[in-house]
């Protein structure tokens, strides 16, 4: 089961209680804490402290829960501490507790030693925590596609081209932003300072699927080994950085990436245009290899297919044929891992659960 967390996402709050600068620390022990009771998320360190305040030495217990080394964080730490045996597993009755806490990977408490006894002697510690994993990667994050189709107008709007060599192939002006753009086929031209009327298809559904409206407005004669639908391997092609950093110091030409989609969308030569059959060639190398799965997830880009339908009053009916795409970010929401109950492994179990306890040696 995924929980979603809600809050900020600050992974490394550290709740301190009056911390001095001048400390020393001995007597230190570790524990390993787990979750679920064998999932080993990280430890508890217990040790003692003395510290100089107003010219007198105060000695500290001091307990650290620390889950640094795994995708853990904390949301509640109870802490048991006591010359006295505790007699049930009730973390909401542990005489210290930080509740609310904000997914942190690390908690302090320091206690007074003179709090808890009058002279050196044995104490018996307890320390649980209510931790949730933080996922990581694509399954972090759940892409909300539907959200970027609806960015998109739903009737026709107008659009007009720019050419502009220094940042993208071209340019397509809209209602909604500009943003370069890529021919998306050959079947015909798409002509300069035109303004169309255009509709626009985001390439993927809400589940991620192709949009097939927006994969049959492509050319379908690929003269590539490809499998699967050009709509997967355009995004895959879309989020390299052949595609980000062309034309600003990178290897690959405008001209290297527009023939690139071109083959995978309509079989052109390798080579038209005078584009670089080495760098054409690695292009398509590399999206035939891994696009056929591409899903664009949170932080990627997705493309958008623009089908113009009328040119400007006056225009050349004919310079309507042309599909374009540009791209998008995708935003989605944050998925959390399970959350768990978490104990430090103590020597003496509770008589109920699965949590346990300790002693530790004063001196």
Same mark, same amino acid.
């Given at each position: 089961?995924?929980?979603?967390?809600?809050?900020?996402?600050?992974?490394?709050?550290?709740?301190?209680?009056?911390?001095?600068?001048?400390?020393?620390?001995?007597?230190?022990?570790?524990?390993?804490?787990?979750?679920?009771?064998?999932?080993?998320?990280?430890?508890?360190?217990?040790?003692?402290?003395?510290?100089?305040?107003?010219?007198?030495?105060?000695?500290?217990?001091?307990?650290?829960?620390?889950?640094?080394?795994?995708?853990?964080? @904390? &949301?509640?730490?109870?802490? $048991? /501490?006591?010359?006295?045996?505790?007699?049930?597993?009730?973390? =909401?009755? !542990? #005489?210290?507790?930080?509740?609310?806490?904000?997914?942190?990977?690390?908690?302090?408490?320091?206690?007074?030693?003179?709090?808890?006894?009058?002279?050196?002697?044995?104490?018996?510690?307890?320390?649980?925590?209510?931790?949730?994993?933080?996922?990581?990667?694509?399954?972090?994050?759940?892409?909300?596609?539907?959200?970027?189709?609806?960015?998109?107008?739903?009737?026709?709007?107008? @659009? &007009?081209?720019?050419?502009? $060599? /220094?940042?993208?192939?071209?340019?397509?002006?809209?209602?909604? =932003?500009? !943003? #370069?753009?890529?021919?998306?086929?050959?079947?015909?031209?798409?002509?300069?300072?035109?303004?169309?009327?255009?509709?626009?298809?985001?390439?993927?559904?809400?589940?991620?699927?192709?949009?097939?409206?927006?994969?049959?407005?492509?050319?379908?004669?690929?003269?590539?080994?490809?499998?699967?639908?050009?709509?997967?391997?355009?995004?895959?092609?879309?989020?390299?950085?052949?595609?980000?950093?062309?034309?600003?110091?990178?290897?690959?030409?405008?001209?290297?990436?527009?023939?690139?989609?071109?083959?995978?969308?309509?079989?052109?030569?390798?080579?038209?245009?005078?584009?670089?059959?080495?760098?054409?060639?690695?292009?398509?190398?590399?999206?035939?290899?891994?696009?056929?799965?591409?899903?664009?997830?949170?932080?990627?880009?997705?493309?958008?297919?623009?089908?113009?339908?009328?040119?400007?009053?006056?225009?050349?009916?004919?310079?309507?044929?042309?599909?374009?795409?540009?791209?998008?970010?995708?935003?989605?929401?944050?998925?959390?891992?399970?959350?768990?109950?978490?104990?430090?492994?103590?020597?003496?179990?509770?008589?109920?659960?699965?949590?346990?306890?300790?002693?530790?040696?004063?001196?």
């Amino acid at each position: 089961m995924r929980t979603i967390l809600k809050g900020s996402s600050a992974l490394f709050a550290v709740a301190l209680l009056g911390l001095s600068t001048r400390s020393l620390a001995y007597n230190r022990i570790e524990k390993p804490l787990y979750a679920g009771q064998h999932i080993l998320i990280g430890k508890l360190v217990v040790e003692q402290i003395k510290k100089t305040e107003s010219n007198r030495t105060v000695k500290y217990l001091r307990v650290t829960y620390d889950t640094t080394g795994s995708d853990w964080v @904390m &949301t509640t730490t109870h802490l $048991y /501490v006591s010359k006295n045996k505790p007699t049930r597993a009730a973390p =909401g009755r !542990f #005489p210290f507790k930080h509740e609310g806490l904000d997914n942190v990977k690390i908690d302090v408490y320091e206690i007074p030693l003179s709090t808890l006894l009058c002279s050196n002697q044995e104490l018996y510690i307890a320390a649980h925590a209510d931790v949730c994993e933080i996922l990581t990667g694509s399954s972090a994050c759940t892409p909300d596609f539907a959200s970027a189709a609806a960015s998109l107008p739903s009737v026709l709007s107008n @659009m &007009t081209v720019s050419w502009n $060599y /220094v940042n993208s192939y071209f340019d397509v002006h809209t209602t909604f =932003g500009t !943003f #370069p753009a890529w021919c998306l086929d050959y079947d015909g031209p798409i002509g300069i300072v035109e303004t169309y009327g255009t509709v626009y298809h985001l390439s993927v559904l809400s589940d991620g699927s192709v949009n097939p409206i927006a994969e049959a407005l492509l050319g379908s004669q690929s003269a590539t080994a490809m499998s699967g639908s050009p709509i997967n391997h355009l995004n895959y092609l879309m989020n390299r950085p052949y595609v980000r950093d062309c034309g600003n110091g990178g290897p690959y030409s405008f001209v290297d990436i527009q023939v690139a989609i071109w083959v995978l969308t309509n079989g052109l030569s390798p080579s038209a245009y005078g584009a670089s059959l080495a760098n054409v060639t690695a292009i398509l190398n590399d999206v035939i290899a891994n696009g056929a799965g591409f899903v664009p997830s949170c932080g990627d880009l997705v493309l958008v297919v623009g089908d113009p339908q009328t040119p400007s009053p006056g225009g050349n009916p004919q310079l309507h044929n042309q599909h374009f795409g540009f791209v998008i970010p995708v935003t989605g929401t944050t998925v959390q891992g399970d959350c768990e109950t978490a104990w430090a492994k103590g020597t003496v179990p509770f008589s109920t659960g699965w949590g346990s306890y300790f002693k530790y040696n004063v001196w």
